[in-house]
């Protein structure tokens, strides 16, 4: 069974950090694409970071050259590093993974592609 549980949201004022993290149990990461998502109040919920099994990464033109995303497979842990954050940013962070049966070798960042969500862990950012 997989379950994923996310940390490390808060508030922030814009220009500040945060680190989210993704415990994920029932989760081989050579089998599973992983990624971030996130949902602001009255909007969709829309991809922010992916990674493959080998460590490839995609992000959403917004976040770009501002958050890092990354893995720890020996720990089961998905990492979101957040720099230079903006009012904008502010939404409820999800973690997700995508069961891919063998290597992940694609960078699917649309919310459908996933299969297993996370709680969420609500980050808020002022200005």
């Known amino acids: 069974q997989v379950q994923l549980v996310e940390s490390g949201g808060g508030s922030v004022q814009a220009g500040g950090s945060l680190r989210l993290s993704c415990a994920a149990s029932?989760?081989?990461?050579?089998?599973?694409?992983m990624g971030w998502f996130r949902q602001a109040p009255g909007k969709g919920r829309e991809g922010v970071a992916v990674?493959?099994?080998?460590?490839?990464?995609r992000y959403t033109d917004s976040v770009k050259g501002r958050f890092t995303i990354s893995k720890d497979s020996a720990k089961n842990t998905l990492h979101l590093q957040m720099n230079n954050l903006k009012p904008e940013d502010t939404a409820m962070y999800y973690c997700?993974?995508?069961?891919?049966?063998?290597?992940?070798?694609?960078?699917?960042?649309?919310?459908?592609?996933?299969?297993?969500w996370g709680q969420g862990t609500q980050v808020t950012v002022s200005s």
């Open positions: 997700a993974a995508r069961y891919s049966g063998g290597l992940c070798v694609g960078l699917y960042i649309g919310t459908a592609e996933y299969n297993y």
């Open positions: 029932g989760v081989a990461y050579n089998q599973y694409c």
């Open positions: 990674i493959t099994s080998r460590g490839s990464t």
